[in-house]
């Protein structure tokens, strides 16, 4: 899940505990002569000079390579803060996934976390793209630029949030975003098999989320659909849905959603 509870940073030895693969020292044996190793937490120490503190870590569950797999930490600068007039406090964050098996570059992806739902929501788009840094080629100065062109992008979001918040949905469009958002979730084999009460998906959990803007509605699905707020039938069968778990199932459910979105948005 990337929804963070803590507003304070997390520490080195509480990092360790939930994701030990960020202070792995080596890369795996299979990694090839040209895999030049930088562990992980070197990137949490330059990204603490410039600013950027530690509110979440994740790694993938790993029956073979155990200290390798991929790993996701998540970074945020409390002074970036986009404070809403509506009291709607959103930070602005940093998202790295990396693995010691030699199959990933140092990713960093746009998030947001919202102060209201404790609810984080990745951004992933044709102007807000991934930007990644290979092993072999990192150094302090590559990551200094990669974060200050992040940066440099955030007035985007805050666009993104605006023309959210100004687009009224009227109850079809709501209802059909509900539906096209589900199948981020379900692949079409699912899809077909199952029923959903979309009203209920759309209704709201909190009263700050009361509304027909965009903004709103998009939050109370992503929620939903994140944190498995929701029931459907299967072969006439009623099932709750599960939590999403795994952060990388999480981060592409999140950047399907956005997407998503931005074809309402005005």
């Known amino acids: 899940m990337l ?26 044996s299979n990694t090839s002569e040209k895999y030049a190793h930088i562990p992980t937490y070197r990137i949490i120490e330059d990204m603490e000079t410039l600013g950027w ?16 797999q991929k790993h996701l930490i998540v970074f945020r600068n409390d002074d970036i803060v986009i404070n809403g007039t509506d009291n709607d406090t959103v930070y602005p964050q940093i998202l790295l996934t990396n693995s010691h098996d030699g199959k990933n570059a140092f990713t960093f992806t746009a998030g947001l976390f919202r102060l209201i739902c404790e609810n ?23 990551l200094q630029e990669t974060i200050k062109t992040m940066v440099e992008k955030l007035p985007l979001t805050v666009e993104s949030m605006n023309k959210f918040k100004a687009t009224e949905l009227a109850q079809e469009q709501a209802l059909d975003f509900a539906r096209r958002a589900i199948s981020c979730r379900f692949n079409e084999n699912e899809i077909k098999n199952i029923k959903v009460d979309f009203d209920s998906l759309l209704t709201p959990t909190r ?60």
Do not use: C
Request: no cysteine.
């Open 3 to 28: 929804n963070i509870l803590n507003n304070t940073f997390k520490s080195k030895d509480e990092i360790r505990k939930i994701a030990p693969s960020v202070f792995t020292e080596q890369g795996a």
């Open 53 to 68: 503190g530690i509110v979440d870590a994740k790694e993938v569950k790993a029956r073979r390579q155990v200290g390798y």
């Open 120 to 142: 984080g929501l990745v951004i992933s788009t044709q102007e807000f793209e991934n930007m990644k840094i290979r092993h072999y080629g990192y150094d302090f100065e590559t």
């Open 207 to 266: 009263n700050e989320d009361k509304g027909n803007d965009l903004w709103s509605v998009f939050n109370i699905v992503q929620e939903k659909l994140v944190h498995g707020m929701f029931n459907y039938t299967h072969n006439n069968k009623h099932r709750k849905a599960r939590k999403i778990k795994n952060f990388k199932q999480d981060m592409v459910l999140n950047e399907k959603l956005y997407n998503l979105a931005l074809e309402y948005a005005n």
